[in-house]
């Protein structure tokens, strides 16, 4: 058995989740609230960091690690291209989206939204969200620049680049903050990627308290 | 001919420039500031990260893209294991370096004496600094345990994740800030790494105005 410790808030949780199921692996979730690990999960993964792979007694841990070790051991539905510059292209995207789309905006709204309130109790800092969404603005144009190049952000073919960033912008999607209208290109993009039948369980999740946005759900947004 | 933009500071350059040297590939650098780059550099890198490498017309930039990308264009001299689990290990501690001591030591400590030094003409906040040595002593603990485990960081061969965790390292040994006397087996293991062929000309790096601390050169530190 295969189990992976994810939380939903976690956008390195949602990008392996979606990768597994685009594998269309077998897997079993445990969520873990990353600001309050267990000591079980602490023993295992000294790091605390989300997600975690556990399967036949070894541990997967790290989101560029997981993410690598799948694309590995499991060849036989390819997330990467072949062509050696194509998959640096994908490898960029992935990056780019994992430091700075996180730094930047994840930080700022979902941190701020959701983390600030069930690790401290506080209130969001409106001025900090505000420049969260600032930030916003500029990874969207990005996306759209990229969904408009071609049929998938990174090439002709879906790989882990789309399943990056639509694992980051499904959590800020969930909170109801992307002005997609303004995004035609990657409103079209995401429509496809979260039509996906590996996006579905992504679709289902509910943080406690917090109700999705109307159209979270909605393949026809 | 294969350029790498980098700059000295830069813990990633420095990474590139090991994996290039270890996997004896004949490149130039051409040297920019990541402050205030070149349009030159911002047509070909619109992200302005550090490193690019640029060769026959094409441009890899980003540090895991050009990381793989290294690993998979020069089979000839490997930097990652053939098993999988260790492949893991290996992008496990790569990425914990790159980003958690990033985030935590050289935001704190070499950006604080340098780049702010650079790009606003500030001296460097002590508070922040003290933060920063304190959040390195954690660091220096762990790669004392992992040194204590192997010969190398991630298992018995030299990796890629020695050369990750050798070019953060050395960026904050040339500020002159580790005491190195504290962690014993991160010594021998830095010795060992420093001493190798394609650390010399990291070693021979200068930066303007601030010159290294009296052991950053010297292999008997």
């Keep these: 058995m295969v189990l992976l410790v994810h939380h939903s808030i976690s956008p390195q949780s949602r990008?392996?989740?979606?990768?597994?199921?685009?594998?269309?692996?077998?897997?079993?979730?445990?969520e873990e609230e990353p600001w309050k690990l267990s000591q079980e999960i602490l023993e295992i993964n000294p790091g605390g960091d989300l997600p975690i792979l556990v399967f036949d007694g070894k541990v997967v841990s790290g989101n560029y690690a997981i993410t690598e070790y799948l694309e590995e051991s499991n060849p036989q539905y390819k997330l990467l291209p072949e062509d050696l510059i194509l998959r640096a292209e994908v490898r960029r995207i992935m990056d780019w989206f994992d430091t700075k789309f996180y730094n930047e905006v994840y930080k700022y709204i979902v941190a701020e939204k959701i983390i600030k309130r069930f690790q401290f109790k506080q209130a969001p800092n409106s001025k900090i969200l505000k420049a969260g969404l600032n930030?916003?603005?500029?990874?969207?144009?990005?996306?759209?620049?990229?969904?408009?190049?071609?049929?998938?952000?990174?090439?002709?073919?879906?790989?882990?680049?789309?399943?990056?960033?639509?694992?980051?912008?499904?959590?800020?999607?969930?909170?109801?903050?992307?002005?997609?209208?303004?995004?035609?290109n990657a409103k079209l993009w995401y429509a496809k990627i979260?039509?996906?039948?590996?996006?579905?369980?992504?679709?289902?999740?509910?943080?406690?308290?917090?109700?999705?946005?109307?159209?979270?759900?909605?393949?026809?947004?």
Tied chains: 1, 2.
């Design 135 to 184: 930030n916003l603005k500029f990874h969207m144009e990005y996306i759209d620049y990229l969904a408009d190049r071609n049929n998938y952000l990174a090439g002709k073919e879906i790989s882990l680049a789309d399943l990056t960033v639509a694992a980051h912008l499904s959590i800020v999607d969930y909170l109801g903050d992307i002005p997609w209208n303004e995004y035609k």
């Design 15 to 30: 990008k392996i989740r979606l990768i597994m199921a685009e594998k269309k692996m077998l897997f079993v979730l445990k």
């Design 194 to 221: 979260k039509s996906r039948p590996s996006f579905k369980e992504i679709l289902k999740d509910n943080i406690r308290g917090i109700p999705p946005s109307s159209n979270y759900a909605n393949l026809d947004f």
